[in-house]
T-cell receptor
Framework: GAVVSQHPSWVICKSGTSVKIECRSL??????MFWYRQFPKQSLMLMAT?????????EQGVEKDKFLINHASLTLSTLTVTSAHPEDSSFYIC???????????FGPGTRLTVL | KQEVTQIPAALSVPEGENLVLNCSFT??????LQWFRQDPGKGLTSLLL?????REQTSGRLNASLDKSSGRSTLYIAASQPGDSATYLC?????????????FGQGTTLQVKP
């Protein structure tokens, strides 16, 4: 299956700071990357879809100016949480778009805790 | 709007039991359905993928079925082991191609007791 890495695996930051999360597709080129968020004891919710070389598409209710997504290459997409607040504390997971008929794979996730 | 529901929310069984996890979805117009496993604090591991034209898929002790017309899927785990303890998520892919969104259920947290 596809190998996807995320960095960092966990981060603790102060309220008001910005945090960048990297997602790398290690063994294939991902033109599209999905970013999900998972709150404790809840399921995954799609936040945005990033496309290599173009602007990301955000789901309803997700602030695009707060969650900056950059997909500059076929193997790297980044999510920056700007001016983080405690309510942004969550588990962020990326997933590259799979090939047709192939299962979707996910990164190991990044646990963000905002104090 | 597609909604995915998983029942039960939590399940505790003794080792060796066979068990069934249920997943239902409201819109039958799906491209495929995928079952995942998530260990605490970890990402998702894909278990089985069922295309909309398929009825079931098997991998080892796992068997997943799909009844698209009734909006249901089941994940059958045979001879459960303590290592099977995890949260199991089902997700349906909307639309007619691989670019559709994955909509997740809330998950079933399974505990298998030695």
């Amino acid at each position: 299956g596809a190998v996807v890495s995320q960095h960092p695996s966990w981060v603790i930051c102060k309220s008001g700071t910005s945090v960048k999360i990297e997602c790398r597709s290690l063994d294939f080129q991902a033109t599209t990357m999905f970013w999900y968020r998972q709150f404790p004891k809840q399921s995954l919710m799609l936040m945005a879809t990033s496309n290599e070389g173009s602007k990301a598409t955000y789901e309803q209710g997700v602030e695009k100016d707060k969650f900056l997504i950059n997909h500059a290459s076929l193997t790297l997409s980044t999510l920056t949480v700007t001016s983080a607040h405690p309510e942004d504390s969550s588990f962020y997971i990326c997933s590259p778009e799979g090939l047709a008929g192939i299962e979707q794979f996910f990164g190991p996730g990044t646990r963000l805790t905002v104090l | 709007k597609q909604e995915v529901t998983q029942i039960p929310a939590a399940l505790s069984v003794p080792e060796g039991e066979n068990l069934v996890l249920n997943c239902s979805f409201t819109d039958s117009a799906i491209y495929n359905l995928q079952w995942f496993r998530q260990d605490p604090g970890k990402g998702l591991t894909s278990l089985l993928l069922i295309q909309s034209s398929q009825r079931e898929q098997t991998s080892g002790r796992l068997n997943a079925s799909l009844d698209k017309s009734s909006g249901r899927s089941t994940l059958y785990i045979a001879a459960s082991q303590p290592g099977d303890s995890a949260t199991y998520l089902c997700a349906v892919r909307e639309g007619s191609g691989n670019t559709g969104k994955l909509i997740f259920g809330q998950g079933t947290t399974l505990q298998v007791k030695p």
